[in-house]
């Protein structure tokens, strides 16, 4: 894994960040995914040592429960509305039943 995050950073550094004036990196927090927490962390050592600023924000929970788009797609799937409304904005509720999913 760690040669797939090091080609995907590589590709960022490289490629996305100079051609869009990238300085700045936003991730969240990863309490749930191993992998992802990895990926975080390999941005961490390697985004510094291009000029790349890495900013980790916390990630928002809600009634004891991390928020997470796996999560979001579960509710979904299951077309559960009251538990979903605790974790999307009214305005992503609104879209998701204009265009069905719920």
């Not at 995050?5 to 309490?31: C, K, M, S, W």
């Not at 796996?70 to 509305?81: F, V």
């Amino acid at each position: 894994k760690q040669a797939l995050f090091d080609v995907d950073i590589e590709i960022f550094v490289q490629h996305l960040a100079p051609r869009l004036n990238i300085t700045r990196r936003y991730v969240g927090t990863e309490p749930i995914s191993r992998l992802t927490a990895d990926y975080n962390a390999a941005l961490g050592k390697k985004l510094p040592c291009a000029g790349i600023e890495l900013h980790e924000i916390k990630r928002v929970s809600a009634n004891g429960v991390t928020i997470s788009a796996s999560l979001a797609r579960e509710l979904i799937k299951k077309r559960d509305i009251t538990t979903l409304s605790h974790f999307v904005p009214s305005t992503t509720l609104n879209y998701l039943r204009e265009k069905r999913y719920l």
